[in-house]
């Protein structure tokens, strides 16, 4: 299959660009600023690496029409590009803001946008977006992240309603505490007091959300869409 996937210089995204490669995909990813680290993975995968801004409209036309080019077409579209704060609700700037929700939500909005216009017309195709459990359950100093993941879960239930009919699923995972940079920067004292609220009592890793993904992108689930599925160790149970 054809794969795009957002955010895929690091993290989540790597591992996804790694699994569909190592399933014999052809698989492009776009990444913001992450030049050598984008290129690395390029050189060790195959996957074709787009510099693109998901929080700009006209870069993401630009952005989908170069990757349906390389790759022929798109298959699977899985909506990883995010960024994450931490910051007193009181704290919080216009920017602040403007800033999570135009990458966390809009991005994701617009690339679907420009792809799902592809996969109608073929009458088939997989998206999925990444969410968060604190987009279920909410995280105190993260209500701009939260509430930017809790939008990607009413896209998802939606889209899979209006995209179901041309033979398109939509469905939504939503991590937990995984061992990536964006939760490097929490403190020793902080990740155990998350790692013992998890029921699984560890950090998942990028590995694992990226499984969740290929179900989500195959056959067997060809069954399942408007759903979010919980990779949280059971957390927000």
């Known amino acids: 299959m054809r794969i795009l996937i957002t955010g895929g210089s690091r993290g989540i995204g790597a591992a996804c660009v790694r699994a569909f490669c190592e399933r014999g995909d052809r698989v492009a990813f776009f990444y913001r600023s992450s030049h050598e680290t984008a290129q690395t993975l390029a050189r060790e995968t195959g996957a074709f690496a787009i510099c693109a801004d998901v929080s700009d409209a006209e870069t993401v036309k630009t952005a989908v029409a170069c990757a349906a080019k390389t790759l022929g077409g798109i298959d699977v579209l899985v909506n990883n590009a995010g960024v994450g704060q931490i910051k007193l609700f009181s704290d919080l700037t216009d920017g602040d803001w403007r800033r999570m929700i135009d990458t966390n939500l809009s991005g994701a909005f617009y690339v679907s946008r420009e792809v799902s216009r592809l996969m109608v017309a073929q009458q088939k195709g997989f998206i999925v977006n990444i969410g968060s459990m604190w987009g279920k359950i909410g995280?105190?100093?993260?209500?701009?992240?939260?509430?930017?993941?809790?939008?990607?879960?009413?896209?998802?239930?939606?889209?899979?309603?209006?995209?179901?009919?041309?033979?398109?699923?939509?469905?939504?995972?939503?991590?937990?505490?995984?061992?990536?940079?964006?939760?490097?920067?929490?403190?020793?004292?902080?990740?155990?007091?998350?790692?013992?609220?998890?029921?699984?009592?560890?950090?998942?890793?990028?590995?694992?959300?990226?499984?969740?993904?290929?179900?989500?992108?195959?056959?067997?689930?060809?069954?399942?869409?408007?759903?979010?599925?919980g990779v949280d160790g059971g957390f927000a149970v």
């Open 139 to 229: 995280a105190s100093c993260e209500v701009h992240y939260s509430a930017a993941k809790a939008g990607l879960r009413g896209m998802t239930m939606a889209l899979a309603k209006e995209l179901g009919p041309s033979g398109i699923t939509v469905n939504c995972i939503e991590p937990g505490l995984i061992d990536t940079e964006m939760n490097a920067a929490l403190d020793d004292e902080t990740r155990c007091a998350l790692c013992d609220e998890t029921p699984l009592c560890r950090m998942g890793s990028p590995a694992d959300v990226a499984a969740a993904v290929l179900f989500f992108c195959s056959d067997a689930a060809s069954f399942i869409t408007g759903q979010c599925l």
